[in-house]
């Protein structure tokens, strides 16, 4: 079971919609001591919250584009 990242529903794992999205940590010093984090995270959406989040579009348009290629 995992909650949804919208709603907080929760829901089996194997309904649930994966994402995964990179976010940045700074330390925003200017200088040559910046500290910059990079880490990726899955987040889990119930499957209304995915399509209202337009998640299921953007997985059709990469599928799209590699078949395409």
Do not use: H
């Given at each position: ?23 940045v ?12 984090l ?7 959406y ?24």
């Amino acid at each position: 079971m995992v909650n949804c990242g919208a709603c907080g529903r929760r829901l089996p794992r194997g309904k649930a919609v994966t994402y995964e999205r990179s976010m940045v940590f700074s330390t925003d010093l200017k200088t040559a001591d910046d500290v910059k984090l990079m880490e990726r995270r899955k987040f889990y959406y119930c499957p209304s919250c995915g399509k209202s989040l337009g998640i299921y579009e953007k997985k059709r348009k990469r599928a799209m584009a590699k078949y395409n290629r």
